[in-house]
């Protein structure tokens, strides 16, 4: 089991994982041309995808998905609450209603979605398994609640939000209105409350650790690691950073 990012940030998202023969992608809220060339970056072609998964529909998730799964007939799964909020975009797709975010089994993956607080129709994260091991996925929630804690519990590998840094977003040039959105309730976690929830889950099995969604104007990737290596006791140089342009490399987990 392995896991890329084809780029993570407020201008675009994509998650692969991959086990065996089944490839997934979490979210494309890139352009086409661009999406395909992020997956030659890791060296894998359109065709090879398996199932487009949808955590919402804000456009830096969702903005490619109806262009890359028509281009490349791949089907798309979301909750009904998401495929509301994108009306007639994914007409004449083969389409999969996530309902009551409940597992499903696509290919050799087993998808756990679970609901988060954010300002979207019915947002979905998910955690991906292969029957022994688990890579959990959080962004774009405002805060952590129980039952996203007991869903992450003793994940071996994490994507975890880390989007801003409260400092820099309340000094920022940001409109009042767009920063109490940022830090509220739905909106996302900043540094120190991803690092508080990390310190919370039984991180035992942990192989890898991301931070995602780091805002570009109101986080720098230090300051992300720092609070996350507090949380685990680790060196800050062990925290991977899943950035706007690059995304991240593959990991693999053992």
Not at 138 to 152: K, N, Q
Not at 196 to 201: C, D, F, K, T
Request: charged share 20%.
């Amino acid at each position: 089991m392995r896991f890329a990012l084809l780029g993570s940030g407020s201008q675009g998202n994509a998650l692969l994982v991959e086990v065996q023969d089944t490839r997934l992608l979490l979210d494309c809220g890139f352009g086409l041309s661009d999406t395909v060339r992020r997956l030659a970056r890791l060296g894998v072609e359109p065709e090879q995808i398996s199932a487009v998964l949808v955590t919402h529909e804000h456009d830096d998730h969702l903005g490619g998905v109806a262009r890359l799964a028509r281009k490349f007939a791949l089907p798309v799964w979301a909750t009904p609450g998401t495929l509301r909020g994108v009306g007639p975009l994914l007409d004449g797709l083969e389409v999969h209603r996530i309902e009551g975010y409940a597992c499903v089994c696509i290919g050799a993956i087993e998808v756990q979605p679970f609901p988060v607080p954010h300002d979207a129709r019915e947002p979905a994260q998910y955690v991906f398994s292969d029957g022994a091991r688990r890579l959990g996925v959080l962004t774009d929630t405002g805060c952590a609640t129980p039952h996203i804690r007991r869903v992450l519990d003793g994940c071996d590998a994490l994507v975890l939000e880390a989007n801003h840094d409260p400092g820099l977003l309340e000094s920022s040039d940001y409109p009042p209105p767009l920063k109490q959105r940022i830090a509220g309730r739905f909106g996302h976690l900043d540094n120190r409350q991803a690092a508080e929830l990390l310190a919370q889950l039984d991180c035992a099995r942990l192989q890898h650790m991301v931070a995602a969604h780091l805002s570009q104007n109101n986080n720098q990737p230090d300051l992300a690691r720092h609070a996350l290596a507090a949380a685990l006791g680790c060196t800050p140089d062990w925290i991977g950073v899943a950035e706007q342009d690059d995304g991240l490399d593959w990991r693999q987990i053992a």
